[in-house]
């Protein structure tokens, strides 16, 4: 089966397409009509170009529409149209009504040069029908629906078409179908008379059954059993049942045109002498109730909600929540006047329900003192006093009655609609000019605590979150003071959008949100949530703090009455939230020489080898040159040169199993090479005469890689002793002696070394014999003497760990080679922990150490050089037989690798710049940093006579424990003395912390923190710098 072909595009949008669309569209401009560009049938879009080319060229519209001369002419353009289509009656009827809707008007001026008939005739009726050309107003009426034709008894559905032609007598299988959309009859065909009703007869026959033959005796003559046995009443009475005489039905004719054409004939005189006698309309004079749609569903619901009518509020409300979430990005405020006022007004009657008040915004000052009077032109500043005044409603119960539960649900979609439209920035900014928004939010925010209102808060608290950045809310205003005792609410949503709103006051405005009168319990409580493993609320925490300390008069109130050390402690330790470790790679400034690249391919492992030898020709040549070359403009290789290493690679492979697939001849391999590397070519240059083919544009890999994912394969660095007069000699091993095998990862690299250089042998299932097993003789089954054991060496790299004397067990030998391998395990980030890095280790200083350094392995150099008096680990390690300085006949040391950095970065935002919980601790800092030194030195430290000493008070080693016990200073040992050293520097640092200003009494505890963090932290690195900088400014 063929595949399916692509669909091709609806329309070809080329330049004439494009004209001609625009010439359309001022064409329904001027004659004010709607064009649709791009009328869609289904799945596809009509291309209205190809459409009118293809009925101009069939004569017009009116031609295709005829139905006498040119039968199903529209549904032969559907199927050209839209091919394939499944219901093309249909979508022939679409096709017609998109030509009319679009093109009619447009033909009839630009084809036949002739006015066309007014819109009103034309584009706001059907398109049933045709002869457009001779439509005008006095000849045309629009159709009525066939309800008030059946009302007037001018059903005419049945006797004629949409021409006005007395239909024929429709045949008995034959069915009209209705247009689309309409919901008339299905079918138009006869009726057909009903099946004639049979009675039941019982059979008067005989029934023989099965006992009947040869079991019973004979009948009697003149014996009537009739195939019942048996002599009962009831078998008396079905034998001599009768049934009753048919009675006739009472049926009623059906009236048709074939056998009434008469009576047919006066109802079509009828109708047309009633059309005849109709008054003609003026001409251009709409008709009453035609041609006005009515409001749109805006206007509509805008009316509906300030009716105040139940019914239409609720009506209005279904609508406009769905229109705020569905539109809610055009949806304006500004659009229909009065809709924000009456959406706050609905939200305000919910203090009805609990409180014994009825709220109405007047706009006149002086009624503004009424306790039921909210200000609507300022706002009510002495909201919370009116509310506290009011006496409550009982509402004990969870439960509402049911007119105040249908209440409340109508309230609950009116502020959801205000909280969905003013997430809009104009929708916003328009709301927040209107003074009783705010006055909404204290109502609604100090209700009774009640479970039915919660997510009516929530909407609220929401809806102030956007608004609030357009206020300047001081500390007295009752928005303000709601705002500030939502924080202590048991709701989470509400303490996380209370602290984000009271964050945004004044966020658009040149004010400074300065965040006066927070109680102390609502700022300790803040401080407390930080330790709480919850990323929002520490954000939104965070956020609040951050405008609170930017005042000095604030951050003396934290310093006061708060824990302000702890909180430090805690946001230095958000500064490394969900940090990410990763390591940077930087090149030396300084390199020695230029790497030098390798001629020859690198030898591949037996692993590899396994993976590419099983492979058919010519997927095995172009995974091995991918695996071995890389292109490179400027590489050269000889033919000769890489069809011998293809063959080496795979000699001994193909000798050991002759079944294998016999290698790719050398002209077929050279051929793949161009088509494995597209810039590589073979080439023959002339020297000396003679020729010399290469190929141009591959270089051999220094490390061989994966071909699928180039990743490079690991080098094996193991160096067999040399040996010196038939013995191993470890001392004198050289660099040419390494093994040089690559495998494709850890694991082939470690089953490498065991099987190929240890000599590790595997039992019958395939597992490592990691014990030797006595030899059993075959004759009793007796163990006999064992040969003698195998000791292990390590030559990795120098490694002289199981030097001189080697090791017996292969299992210990095979876990210390895995120390030498990069640990890929799931457990690396548990095991870098304890490993040793270069910060933890001890400096080396002693002559013994130094000699202990020179025998430690030294990966790619070979066994035993530090121990000749050749350096150890040092810069100069290895190179004394290298090149030298030519000037001063020094050794050049060779290039170093490039050093690994790893930082701890936190999160960012799109644009690279820092974010998140770190990004906002250290503004917070910044800000503490800079208002403390502001502020006046806090009071000394008293210590508590009775309590007891501070652990470094008063320790055995100082002079004045001395002096009051009377001891004689002891001899101290050099770590002794350090330690009591820095015993008393710290000491020091106390006393002057103590007496010093708050900067340094804060900041010095976790002073060493904060330089590890700008050492490491990038992301933070600028903010960080800012930071210590203004601690330093502070005297930390």
């Known amino acids: 089966m063929a595949p399916n072909k692509p669909r091709d595009p609806s329309i070809e949008r080329t330049s004439e397409y494009e004209e001609f669309i625009e010439k359309l569209a001022e064409y329904h401009e001027k004659r004010g009509t709607h064009l649709d560009r791009e009328p869609k049938i289904g799945t596809r879009h009509l291309d209205l170009l190809r459409l009118y080319k293809r009925v101009v060229e069939e004569g017009g519209y009116d031609k295709v529409s005829d139905t006498k001369n040119n039968k199903l002419a529209w549904r032969k353009l559907a199927g050209e149209f839209l091919p394939g289509s499944q219901n093309l009656t249909t979508q022939a009827f679409i096709v017609k009504s998109a030509y009319y809707k679009n093109l009619a008007a447009y033909e009839i001026s630009t084809i036949h040069k002739r006015e066309p008939p007014p819109k009103e005739i034309l584009e706001d009726v059907s398109a049933k029908g045709g002869d457009l050309l001779n439509r005008t107003v006095e000849n045309y009426f629009r159709p009525a629906s066939r309800e008030a034709q059946r009302l007037r008894g001018e059903d005419d559905s049945e006797e004629s078409d949409e021409e006005g032609d007395i239909k024929k007598t429709p045949k008995e299988d034959k069915m009209d179908l209705d247009e689309p959309g309409s919901t008339g009859r299905v079918t138009r065909a006869l009726r057909h008379a009903p099946p004639q009703r049979v009675l039941f007869q019982p059979e008067m026959s005989t029934r023989q059954t099965r006992q009947s033959t040869g079991h019973l005796p004979s009948p009697q003559p003149g014996a009537h059993t009739n195939g019942i046995y048996g002599t009962s009443g ?23 045109p074939a056998n009434n054409p008469e009576h047919f004939k006066n109802l079509r005189m009828k109708h047309i002498v009633n059309r005849m006698n109709r008054p003609q309309p003026l001409r251009g004079m709409m008709l009453p109730g035609t041609g006005f749609p009515g409001p749109n569903i805006y206007i509509r619901a805008l009316h509906a909600l300030r009716s105040r009518n139940p019914e239409e509020e609720a009506y209005a409300l279904h609508h406009l929540v769905k229109i705020s979430h569905e539109r809610g990005d055009k949806y304006r405020f500004d ?23 009825k709220w109405d915004v007047s706009y006149i000052e002086d009624e503004s003192s009424r306790p039921n009077v909210l200000n609507g032109l300022l706002g009510t500043e002495d909201l ?18 049911e007119e105040a539960a249908n209440s409340l649900g109508m309230i609950n979609e009116a502020a959801l609609i205000i909280r969905n439209m003013v997430m809009h920035p104009d929708n916003a900014g328009f709301v927040s000019i209107i003074p009783s928004i705010r006055d909404l939010m204290v109502i609604v925010l100090n209700l009774p605590k009640h479970s039915t209102i919660v997510e009516l808060q929530h909407y609220a608290l929401e809806i102030a979150e956007q608004l609030t950045k357009f206020w300047i809310l001081d500390g007295q205003n009752p928005l303000y003071r709601s705002l500030l005792a939502q924080v202590e609410s048991e709701d989470r949503g509400k303490i996380i959008t209370s602290l984000r709103a009271l964050g945004r006051i004044a966020m658009n405005l040149e004010a400074t949100n300065k965040l006066t009168g927070v109680p102390t319990k609502t700022l300790q409580s803040i401080c407390d949530w930080l330790l709480v493993e919850d990323e929002e609320l520490r954000n939104a925490c965070l956020d609040f703090l951050y405008l609170f300390t930017s005042q000095a008069d604030n951050v003396e109130i934290l310093a006061n009455e708060v824990n302000i050390e702890g909180l430090v402690n805690q946001l230095v330790r958000l500064l490394q939230y969900n940090a990410i470790a990763s390591e940077e790679r930087r090149s030396n400034t300084k390199s020695s020489k230029s790497a030098q690249f390798t001629d020859t391919p690198p030898k591949l492992s037996a692993a590899i080898i396994e993976q590419l030898v099983v492979l058919e020709e010519p997927e095995r040549s172009s995974q091995w040159l991918r695996t071995c070359f890389d292109e490179d403009p400027s590489g050269e290789i000889t033919q000769i040169q890489l069809w011998s290493a293809y063959n080496t690679a795979f000699q001994e492979m193909m000798a050991s199993n002759p079944s294998l697939n016999v290698l790719m001849p050398a002209k077929d391999f050279i051929t793949n090479v161009s088509t494995t590397f597209k810039n590589a070519s073979a080439q023959v240059h002339h020297a000396n005469g003679q020729p010399k083919y290469t190929i141009k544009g591959i270089k051999p890999r220094a490390v061989p890689a994966d071909p699928a994912t180039k990743k490079p394969y690991m080098r094996c660095c193991w160096h067999p002793p040399s040996l010196l007069n038939g013995l191993s000699d470890t001392k004198h091993s050289t660099a040419k002696n390494e093994c040089g095998e690559y495998t494709p990862g850890v694991r082939a690299m470690w089953e490498h070394i065991v099987s190929t250089h240890l000599k590790v042998p595997r039992d019958e299932t395939g597992k490592w014999l990691l014990e030797q097993k006595p030899d059993i003789d075959m004759t009793n089954g007796d163990a006999v003497a064992t040969s003698a054991l195998t000791k292990y060496f390590c030559h990795w790299g120098g490694c002289t760990h199981f030097n001189p004397n080697g090791t017996k067990s292969a299992y210990d030998v095979g876990q210390h080679i895995k120390t030498h391998l990069p640990d890929t395990s799931t457990m690396y980030s548990l095991h870098a922990k304890h490993n040793r890095t270069p910060s933890t280790a001890t400096i080396l200083t002693t002559s013994a150490q130094v000699r202990y350094e020179n025998f430690q392995p030294q990966f790619g150099q070979p066994v035993g050089l530090g121990s000749l008096g050749m350096g150890g680990r040092g810069p100069g390690y290895g190179y004394a037989h290298g090149p030298r300085d030519e000037r001063r006949g020094d050794p050049i040391p060779p290039p170093q690798p490039s050093p690994n950095w790893r930082f701890y970065n936190t999160v960012t935002d799109e644009q690279g710049e820092p974010a998140g919980l770190p990004f906002a601790s250290v503004l917070v800092l910044r800000n503490l940093a800079r208002q403390l030194a502001k502020l006046p030195s806090p009071d000394p430290i008293q210590e508590i006579s009775d309590s007891p000493p501070h652990k470094r008070g008063r320790s055995e080693s100082s002079p004045d424990y001395r002096r009051s016990t009377g001891a004689k200073k002891p001899r101290l040992s050099d770590a002794a003395r350090e330690a009591q050293k820095e015993n008393e520097e710290i000491e020091k640092e106390e006393k002057e912390a103590e007496s010093a200003g708050w900067v340094p009494r804060v900041f010095s505890p976790v002073k060493e923190q904060l330089h590890y963090i700008a050492a490491y932290n990038l992301t933070l690195k600028n903010y960080t710098a800012g930071l210590l900088k203004a ?3 502070g005297g930390g």
């Open 384 to 401: 919370l006093r009116k509310i506290k005044s009011l006496p409550m409603l009982d509402n004990r119960d969870d439960l509402l009655p």
């Open 234 to 256: 009831a078998a008396m009475t079905i034998a001599n049942y009768e049934p009753r005489a048919a009675a006739p039905s009472n049926m009623k004719p059906v009236v048709t």
């Open 335 to 357: 659009q229909f006047p009065g809709l924000a006022e009456a959406l706050i007004a609905k939200v305000i009657e919910v203090a009805s329900l609990f409180y014994d008040v």
């Open 1031 to 1033: 601690i330093a400014q």
